[in-house]
């Protein structure tokens, strides 16, 4: 994995109503990572959607799928989980990062142990 530091969380509003969107990401995509020790987005390899289940709740990814997409975990209901790009808008997908390590979700205090 590399750091990349011009890449950014980009938080929605608290305040701003979340559009709700039904659509699938594709198997395999591109992830990122905050990094609690470097305080940087890392960039993780190419994950599977059978990948799931190493999910411990509030983590965030940066997907790449045609354009780059800064993605919030807000729900988990077996195995789709609900994400919330930066503009509010919520989408469920069956996939998220293999990442390793600890990482800290940059919109609130939990942290996740990958």
């Known amino acids: 994995m590399s ?6 969380p980009g938080a929605p509003s608290p305040d701003e109503p979340a559009r709700y969107l039904d659509h699938d990401f594709p198997e395999v ?10 305080r940087e987005w890392w960039h993780d390899r190419t994950c599977r959607a059978d990948e ?10 940066h997907a790449t ?10 729900s988990r209901r077996g195995g789709v989980l609900g994400i919330e ?8 997908c069956l996939v998220l990062p293999d990442v390793g390590g600890t990482y800290e979700n940059p919109w609130g205090t939990a942290p996740v142990d990958g």
Request: charged share 25%.
């Open 65 to 74: 799928i045609g354009s780059p997409l800064y993605l919030r975990i807000v």
């Open 52 to 61: 799931l289940e190493r999910l411990d709740g509030g983590a965030y990814v």
């Open 3 to 8: 750091p990349d530091p011009s890449v950014r």
């Open 85 to 92: 790009d930066g503009g509010g808008r919520r989408w469920r």
């Open 29 to 38: 995509f591109t992830v990122w990572a905050w990094s609690t020790r470097s």
